[in-house]
């Protein structure tokens, strides 16, 4: 008898230390656990938002790419006004071939030169338009004008590259109206920085070597021999 109530004893002592350990085990997962639980709300609710140096990062990139893209549109806008540009002087370099194949010489580039009448004829165009000498491509422009070959040739050259009044005044003694007088221009012409073509005829052999035609290029300087690789010419 005495053994049975040991026995029950020694399991009513294990139970009770069962319930004791499974009790202490939880509270201890519940310790442990809390935190981390904590931390990790904690780490979700940080990541809600950018850091200040995530949000720089992205402003950088950002205004690298703005910078390339100006570049490559300023590039794009270069070339294509170095472009209209070989056009406007090959077009020139045509009109003055035909020139010479008809009177036998190139206008003239200065207002001092005298051919065939030319200059007193020119000036009483000049003086029903404006007054002062002319610059040698308003010259050019006035001279391609009066021959019809020449005239149709000058006349696919953009408007952009025109420069002054446009129209024609009917002069004493004409049959047909003459062209204002205007001024050739390179595209990045404005009114505060004028920037015609150049038009000069060789000075040792005015009629016998081809005139050079060129603009000053993008830069807008005058021609030297370190520069000359930013001239846009009829040389090339």
């Known amino acids: 008898m005495y ?26 997962s519940q310790t442990v656990g809390r935190p981390h639980s904590q931390f990790a709300t904690r780490n979700s609710q940080s990541r809600l938002g950018f850091t200040l140096t995530e949000v720089l990062i992205v402003v950088a990139i950002i205004a690298l790419l703005a910078a390339g893209l100006v570049g490559v ?54 003086n029903a338009n404006r007054s002062g000498t002319p610059n ?20 696919k050259l953009p408007e952009k590259l025109l420069a002054a009044p446009a129209g024609t005044v009917q002069l004493a003694g004409q049959s047909s109206p003459t062209p204002y007088l205007r001024s050739v221009v390179d595209p990045w012409h404005t009114d505060n920085d004028p920037r015609p073509l150049n038009y000069e005829r060789d000075t040792t052999d005015p009629d016998g070597v081809f005139p050079r035609i060129w603009s000053n290029g993008p830069d807008g300087k ?6 000359k690789a930013d001239d846009i010419t009829n040389e090339d």
């Open 3 to 28: 053994q049975r109530a040991d026995q029950r004893n020694l399991e009513a002592q294990n139970m009770r230390n069962l319930k004791v350990k499974i009790r202490n085990d939880f509270s201890t």
């Open 73 to 126: 549109s300023n590039y794009v806008q270069t070339q294509g006004n170095v472009a209209l540009t070989e056009q406007c002087v090959k077009l020139l370099s045509t009109a003055v071939a035909q020139f010479h194949d008809i009177t036998g010489h190139y206008p003239i580039d200065n207002w001092t030169d005298s051919q065939d009448g030319a200059s007193h004829s020119y000036s009483r165009i000049l």
């Open 136 to 155: 040698s491509d308003e010259l050019l422009y006035l001279q391609l004008s009066l021959l019809p070959q020449t005239r149709e040739i000058i006349s």
């Open 222 to 227: 005058s021609s030297t021999d370190a520069e």
